[in-house]
């Protein structure tokens, strides 16, 4: 009928496992074979539990290291972030790399929203391009957003 639930402290227990080998993993390999989701990865898993497995540096050159390969990663920029936020207490280091993952996501999120248009364009010739591009803007911040609302920033973020 129903499955018996794990209990929460052994279902932890098994995840923390699981992270130390994956951890064990990324450790053994060269350097060279990572890519940058790899080393994001492992700086998260060096943060991980109580005690955790890195020293600050290791984490940090790490996050670096992954940027170093792809100057756009997001995702090193999002936890170098969080990184110099809570472990160094940088508010102004953090926000430094937190503003370069808006810059990459901005960036990203102009090539999406340019191809759904030229997709709607075609699939959609009856629909007002701008009816549509609100919509997508709608999608993208979560509320109602247009241009005389909200003055344009972008060149104070960089």
């Not at 759904?116 to 075609?122: K, R, S, V």
């Not at 699939?123 to 709608?138: I, N, V």
Request: proline share 3%.
């Amino acid at each position: 009928m129903g499955s018996k639930k794990q209990p929460l402290d052994d279902r932890v227990r098994q995840v923390r496992k699981q992270a130390a080998k994956e951890l064990a993993v990324l450790r053994s390999m060269d350097q060279r074979e990572l890519t940058p989701n790899m080393l994001v990865r492992k700086a998260i898993l060096l943060q991980c539990e109580d005690e955790p497995k890195g020293t600050p540096m290791e984490i940090e050159s790490t996050l670096q290291a992954a940027i170093a390969l792809d100057d756009r990663c997001i995702e090193a920029y999002v936890e170098l972030g969080r990184y110099y936020y809570a472990v160094v207490d940088d508010s102004s280091r953090a926000k430094a790399m937190f503003l370069r993952a808006f810059n990459q996501l901005r960036k990203l999120n102009e090539d999406v929203v340019s191809g759904l248009l030229e997709c709607d364009a075609e699939l959609y010739p009856e629909r007002d391009a701008r009816e549509l591009l609100s919509e997508y803007k709608t999608g993208l911040f979560g509320f109602s957003y247009s241009e005389d609302s909200v003055e344009d920033d972008g060149d104070k973020l960089r």
